[in-house]
């Protein structure tokens, strides 16, 4: 079956739907063809989202700086500079409202500022920001009951097949500190007083606010990196203010696409930063059976051990209050850090949902929060041709906490989620 859906912009610039956003239930095969997505299917497609935007002017998304020199050095360069700001709302942040409180816009509708994300996004692709085009990578789903995703991704610069798997990269901070154009940081996120969100086009970088920058050699559609910073700096620990802020703009985003990850490769050690991108249907992981660990009182904080899954993983969900489980949850890991338990956040169901992902302390091995998902990606058409589930399987259980600790870690976070959650 072959599908075309050639989509023009109000202003006649062609929008191309990505491989990302269509995901058959064995293999889907995609490519871009003069302004047109071309799908080749073996079997049902499973979901396509229309990207509605509207594109503002350019003076509204940056000003640039003529001291470039100044990128060189960490916030430095946001002083005296106007960005776009998006504010977040307070409404239901401090209520034992129900969890849907958060927004207001129906699970069909776009959110202003999931179409603003995408946009700019989008914006940044058409001026060549990127190193590639993601959208036009090969992706298919790896035979077996794991359903794992795999991604042929050439111009990638990992290969989690090499034989240095898993090792981590020379240390650095961060690829903030490496930007080469002020274009890529799209804009700021921020909280506000006001009851409801809003976003304000141009305005100076408020403290405590959220950055949004592209990832220019993108995983997948829409990937950015969130990164927290006060006064100019970035932060050194995940706090619960953090957790919150960003849990509270994946409700934002309000798109069951969007998906949030966090990687904690050396406890203590690194700054804090997010990514986040769109994925056409649920990872792996999320489709696994769990078992109750805690089930939620009047806060509507459940935690559960996902069961018949290769890496050691605890999911956290809340149908109430999205401020304490961010609180409980920034707790746990300041533990696990003090114990020096690797772990990976990935944020998903518009916020409501949490996993942790837990691997043992290694100096110079990890993997990243999506691979510990079930997306993998390849940047060798053989590897990704000959890539098998049992192989995903035991790369996997390679990095997994062990029985005995995890134990312990599944004690912890119950103990710490009594004491908020009653």
């Known amino acids: 079956m072959v599908v075309v859906v050639p989509y023009l912009h109000p202003v006649g610039i062609p929008l191309i739907l990505l491989s990302s956003l269509v995901v058959a239930a064995d293999s889907t095969i995609c490519k871009v063809v003069s302004g047109a997505t071309v799908f080749y299917c073996c079997c049902r497609i499973l979901f396509v989202r229309m990207v509605t935007v509207k594109w503002l002017e350019d003076n509204c998304f940056l000003v640039k700086n003529e001291k470039s020199e100044q990128l060189k050095h960490s916030h430095f360069f946001l002083q005296g500079m106007n960005f776009p700001i998006y504010c977040c709302g307070s409404q239901s942040l401090e209520e034992d409202t129900s969890f849907e409180g958060l927004s207001c816009i129906a699970e069909e509708e776009q959110s202003m500022l999931d179409a603003f994300l995408l946009s700019q996004w989008e914006d940044r692709m058409w001026k060549g920001c990127f190193r590639y085009d993601v959208t036009t990578s090969e992706i298919k789903v790896i035979a077996g009951k794991m359903k794992f995703f795999s991604q042929l991704n050439e111009a990638q610069i990992t290969d989690h097949l090499a034989k240095s798997e898993g090792t981590l990269p020379a240390w650095d901070h961060f690829v903030f500190d490496g930007?080469?154009?002020?274009?890529?940081?799209?804009?700021?996120?921020?909280?506000?007083?006001?009851?409801?969100?809003?976003?304000?086009?141009?305005?100076s970088v408020p403290d405590s606010a959220i950055l949004v920058i592209i990832n220019v050699t993108p995983v997948e559609y829409g990937h950015v990196y969130l990164?927290?910073?006060?006064?100019?700096?970035?932060?050194?620990?995940?706090?619960?203010?953090t957790v919150e802020m960003v849990t509270r703009i994946a409700a934002e985003i309000n798109n069951h696409s969007?998906?949030?990850?966090?990687?904690?490769?050396?406890?203590?050690?690194?700054?804090?930063?997010?990514?986040?991108c769109y994925f056409s249907d649920p990872l792996p992981?999320?489709?696994?059976?769990?078992?109750?660990l805690l089930s939620g009182g009047r806060r509507g904080i459940h935690i559960c051990s996902v069961i018949d899954y290769p890496i050691k993983?605890?999911?956290?969900?809340?149908?109430?209050?999205?401020?304490?489980?961010?609180?409980?949850?920034?707790?746990?890991?300041?533990?696990?850090?003090?114990k020096?338990?690797?772990?990976?956040?990935?944020?998903?169901?518009?916020?409501?949902?949490?996993?942790?992902?837990?691997?043992?302390?290694?100096?110079?091995?990890?993997?990243?929060?999506?691979e510990?998902?079930?997306?993998?990606?390849?940047?060798?058409?053989?590897?990704?041709?000959?890539?098998?589930?049992?192989?995903?399987?035991?790369?996997?259980?390679?990095?997994?906490?062990?029985?005995?600790?995890f134990e312990a870690v599944k004690q912890l976070c119950c103990s710490i989620a009594s004491k908020f959650d009653i």
């Open 227 to 241: 990164v927290p910073c006060t006064s100019n700096r970035r932060y050194q620990h995940l706090d619960a203010r």
């Open 285 to 292: 992981v999320e489709f696994r059976p769990v078992d109750t």
């Open 258 to 276: 969007f998906r949030v990850f966090y990687n904690c490769y050396r406890p203590n050690c690194s700054d804090v930063y997010f990514q986040a």
């Open 179 to 203: 930007m080469k154009h002020p274009e890529e940081l799209l804009f700021c996120l921020a909280g506000s007083k006001k009851a409801k969100s809003e976003l304000i086009h141009v305005a």
């Open 313 to 338: 993983t605890i999911s956290f969900q809340t149908t109430r209050n999205l401020k304490i489980m961010a609180v409980a949850i920034s707790e746990i890991c300041s533990h696990l850090e003090e």
């Open 340 to 370: 020096n338990v690797q772990y990976n956040l990935m944020i998903s169901d518009s916020g409501k949902k949490i996993f942790l992902f837990l691997q043992p302390f290694a100096a110079s091995h990890a993997i990243s929060a999506w």
């Open 372 to 405: 510990c998902g079930g997306y993998f990606l390849f940047k060798n058409r053989y590897e990704f041709d000959e890539v098998t589930e049992d192989a995903m399987l035991k790369r996997l259980s390679c990095f997994s906490l062990n029985d005995n600790d």
